[in-house]
């Protein structure tokens, strides 16, 4: 009897453990309200190190392109995405018109994106470590396998 | 007795949670980080845009980027641009000058002035043509003498403005105002704006 609970101690701890390591870049979160023509609800709370990982799974000739593209601009990425994690909680652009109104926002640490118009409502959380990541990843991708 | 050791037992609580206080503070950073704010206000679509940039993200930002004009921080600019004016001169004129206002343009459709004061920079233009357009820029001093710091004559140093910037206080660089939209360009350690 003892040794049972041992042993469910034991799975539940590496249950625990491995939990607690999938969560530990934080969560995305991604929220949309369409709200015409009809009201339809999407909301998503993943790990964010789920998506470095699924990074792996994409044939690198499928990120050569974009991979191109980036890779020249990786030193700014790596600098802005440093100072952004290194920083205080700051609004980084506004917008408003009449309707529509969009935010974006540095908080904890992660990039928030908020839009709200007529037609709907869209809300995005990303932590900044699950972006450098990923971009690294894309970045690292061979360009010359491109299709 | 008992109560002798609880008022004791008390004050050494008091001391550690003072102690505890006076150590965060200590190790809190002193900085503040500092913020360059654009606001663009368009009132007769209602329309605004805000962007506010950290100083030390831009500062570290423009470093990295080579494109076109711009690279490791410094801007190339072609000889037309400055239309044969040996900037560096006049601001070596300017810099050693006194308090002063340097140029007074009155024409039909234009008023212009450039100043200096205070260690700032001045320059106010009123197009009286275009929706009684007004533009007002205030650069430090500083600022301009690091933008012109580099070594070539057709670059400025647009990082080592940054820079400058950050250590300068909080001041309203640029507004631009005619009848219906507003532009604003200023810096402050406040993270949201206005």
Redesign the interface.
Same mark, same amino acid.
């Given at each position: 009897m003892v040794l049972l609970g041992k042993v469910a101690l034991g799975i539940a701890g590496t249950a625990l453990a491995g939990v607690g390591l999938i969560c530990s870049e934080g969560m995305i979160e991604v929220k949309v309200v369409e709200k015409q023509p009809e009201v339809h609800h999407v909301y998503v709370l993943a790990p964010a190190m789920l998506v470095p990982m699924t990074m792996h799974f994409i044939p690198s000739r499928k990120l050569g392109n974009a991979a191109a593209e980036i890779k020249?601009w990786m030193?700014?990425i790596?600098?802005?995405l #440093?100072?952004?994690r290194a920083? #205080?909680?700051?609004?980084?652009?506004?917008?408003?018109?009449?309707g529509q109104h969009v935010l974006v926002t540095k908080s904890g640490g992660s990039v928030v994106v908020d839009v709200t118009d007529p037609d709907e409502t869209v809300h995005v959380s990303a932590p900044i470590r699950a972006i450098e990541s990923t971009v690294e990843q894309v970045a690292a991708a061979s360009p010359d396998t491109q299709d | 007795m008992r109560k002798g050791m609880r008022v004791i037992g008390v004050c050494c609580v008091l001391a550690l949670t003072m102690r505890n206080l006076a150590l965060t503070a200590m190790a809190a950073p002193a900085t503040t980080e500092r913020y360059l704010h654009v606001k663009v206000d368009d009132s007769s679509k209602g329309e605004s845009v805000n962007v506010n940039v950290p100083l030390a993200m831009a500062a570290a930002i423009l470093p990295t980027v080579n494109h076109g004009s711009l690279h490791n921080g410094h801007v190339t600019i072609g000889e037309t641009d400055f239309n044969g004016v040996d900037v560096r001169a006049m601001l070596d004129a300017i810099r050693n000058a006194p308090d002063n206002e340097f140029v007074t343009v009155k024409e039909k459709d234009q008023d212009v002035r450039v100043a200096k004061l205070n260690g700032n920079l001045i320059v106010h233009v009123l197009d009286k043509s275009k929706d009684g357009e007004k533009v007002d820029v205030t650069i430090p001093m500083k600022v301009v003498d690091a933008l012109f710091s580099t070594a070539k004559d057709n670059e400025l140093d647009i990082a080592a403005a940054i820079r400058a910037l950050s250590d300068a206080g909080d001041a309203v660089l640029v507004t631009v105002q005619d009848a219906t939209e507003h532009v604003r360009i200023w810096i402050d350690s406040h993270s949201a704006g206005e």
């Open positions: 020249p030193p700014t790596r600098a802005a #440093e100072q952004l920083g #205080e909680d700051v609004t980084l652009v506004e917008v408003r018109e009449p | -």
